[in-house]
């Protein structure tokens, strides 16, 4: 067993961007190695997908056959486990998406090993990073026993450059699949929050997070955020709860912003969140934990009680208006 193997991920020929940030983790850890990093893509017809970013695998397979048009773990496990035995990898690498989340763990364990989920960095060894208790630790893994490791990766913890699309060699590969023995029934997918509200050109941002406890409480940001001209943004939780639009969301299944100013309420600081605003010029955070891992991307951390602070931040900027 030698190489890197990252499996790709697509739908209905269009690549999850999750997908490079993977290939960067799988190149990493090839590199670590000094041995190759290959690619794999599951699908009917994804021979003739254009890559797009600027690192590229030493080689690419499509893995192909009509079973797997439509996503099922079923034929997903037995695809993958015989590219597995045919190409032998010794790491197995996946964006950490909830179709991974799926399917991975089952074919981990078709060869007797367990899934390194979430994982946020690679160091030499190798070893493998992946946070605790809302980001407050972090713990080392080391795979020990035979077999090929598999991971995950978190979204937002590799940086993948794109570049022009260009078409890349792909060796067919049709796994031999008994479409009987496939119990799954593909269901409606999970919607990923619809973007009417175009927060990416917003200058100024306040975005509320699950500190503010419930829905009826939001007014109290939403006053900072009119007294401030800002727009208004939340964490996953308070759109999943309906609290907010989801077009508000930012993350990484929500909007991606780059405010001059990003006002962070009660929110902790989940590398999902992180994603989509640590590109923003200024953050200032307030929470009631010291530790909370928003102060480490905050350039001005108020540790306090949110429902104190707020409103006489507010009275303040309104009082500086006149
Ligand atoms: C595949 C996937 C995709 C995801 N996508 C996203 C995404 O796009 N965007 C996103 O945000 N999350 C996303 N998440 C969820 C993410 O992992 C976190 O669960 C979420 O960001 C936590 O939201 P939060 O910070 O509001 O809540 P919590 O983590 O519960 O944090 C609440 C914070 O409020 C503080 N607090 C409590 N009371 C007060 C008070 N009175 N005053 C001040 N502070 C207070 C607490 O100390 C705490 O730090 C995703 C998760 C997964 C698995």
Same mark, same amino acid.
């Given at each position: 067993?030698?190489?890197?193997?990252?499996?790709?991920?697509?739908r209905? $020929? #269009?690549w999850n961007r999750?997908?490079?940030?993977? /290939?960067?983790?799988? &190149? *990493?850890?090839?590199? @670590?190695l000094g041995?190759?990093?290959?690619?794999?893509?599951?699908?009917?017809?994804?021979?003739?997908?254009?890559w797009?970013?600027?690192?590229?695998?030493?080689?690419?397979?499509?893995?192909?056959n $009509? #079973?797997?048009?439509?996503?099922?773990?079923?034929a /997903?496990v037995?695809? &993958? *486990?015989?590219?597995i @035995?045919?190409?032998?990898?010794?790491y197995?690498?996946?964006?950490h998406?909830?179709?991974?989340?799926d399917f991975?763990?089952?074919l981990?364990?078709?060869?007797?090993?367990?899934?390194?989920?979430?994982?946020?960095?690679?160091?030499?060894?190798?070893?493998?990073?992946?946070?605790? &208790?809302?980001?407050?630790?972090?713990?080392?893994?080391?795979?020990?026993?035979?077999?090929?490791?598999?991971?995950?990766?978190?979204?937002?913890?590799?940086?993948?450059?794109?570049?022009p699309?260009?078409?890349?060699t792909?060796?067919?590969?049709?796994?031999?699949?008994?479409?009987?023995?496939?119990?799954?029934?593909?269901?409606?997918?999970?919607?990923?929050?619809?973007?009417?509200?175009?927060?990416?050109?917003a200058?100024?941002i306040?975005?509320?997070g699950?500190?503010?406890?419930?829905?009826?409480?939001?007014?109290?940001?939403?006053?900072?955020?009119?007294?401030?001209?800002a727009?208004?943004a939340a964490?996953?939780?308070i759109?999943?709860?309906?609290?907010?639009?989801?077009?508000?969301?930012?993350?990484?299944?929500?909007?991606?912003?780059?405010?001059?100013?990003?006002?962070?309420?009660?929110?902790?600081?989940?590398?999902?969140?992180?994603?989509?605003?640590?590109?923003?010029k200024?953050?200032?955070?307030i929470?009631?934990?010291?530790n909370?891992?928003?102060?480490?991307?905050?350039?001005?951390?108020?540790?306090?009680?949110?429902?104190?602070?707020?409103?006489a931040?507010?009275?303040?900027?309104?009082n500086?208006?006149g």
């Open positions: 067993m030698s190489g890197v193997l990252v499996v790709m991920e697509q209905g $020929g #269009a999750m997908s490079f940030e993977a /290939f960067e983790a799988g &190149l *990493a850890l090839a590199n @670590k041995t190759d990093c290959i690619a794999a893509v599951v699908g009917e017809s994804v021979q003739s997908m254009a797009d970013s600027k690192s590229q695998p030493n080689a690419m397979y499509a893995v192909e $009509g #079973a797997l048009k439509e996503y099922t773990s079923d /997903f037995e695809a &993958l *486990a015989q590219v @035995k045919k190409l032998q990898p010794a197995v690498v996946f964006p998406t909830y179709q991974v989340r991975a763990p089952a981990a364990t078709r060869f007797k090993q367990v899934l390194i989920s979430d994982v946020v960095a690679v160091h030499e060894g190798p070893v493998f990073v992946r946070q605790l &208790l809302q980001g407050k630790l972090n713990a080392d893994y080391k795979h020990s026993s035979q077999g090929p490791c598999f991971i995950s990766v978190q979204a937002g913890s590799f940086r993948a450059e794109q570049a699309a260009s078409a890349l792909m060796e067919v590969f049709t796994p031999e699949l008994d479409a009987t023995k496939v119990r799954n029934r593909p269901g409606e997918r999970f919607r990923e929050s619809a973007q009417t509200v175009d927060l990416s050109s200058p100024v306040v975005s509320v699950r500190g503010i406890g419930e829905q009826e409480n939001i007014g109290v940001v939403e006053e900072l955020a009119t007294a401030l001209g727009e208004i964490s996953r939780p759109c999943d709860n309906g609290w907010l639009p989801m077009e508000r969301q930012v993350g990484s299944s929500g909007q991606t912003v780059s405010p001059k100013l990003y006002l962070a309420v009660g929110i902790s600081g989940a590398i999902q969140h992180l994603v989509g605003m640590k590109g923003s200024t953050v200032i955070a929470n009631k934990d010291e909370a891992p928003i102060f480490e991307v905050a350039d001005y951390g108020v540790v306090g009680d949110l429902f104190e602070i707020v409103p931040l507010t009275k303040a900027i309104q500086a208006k």
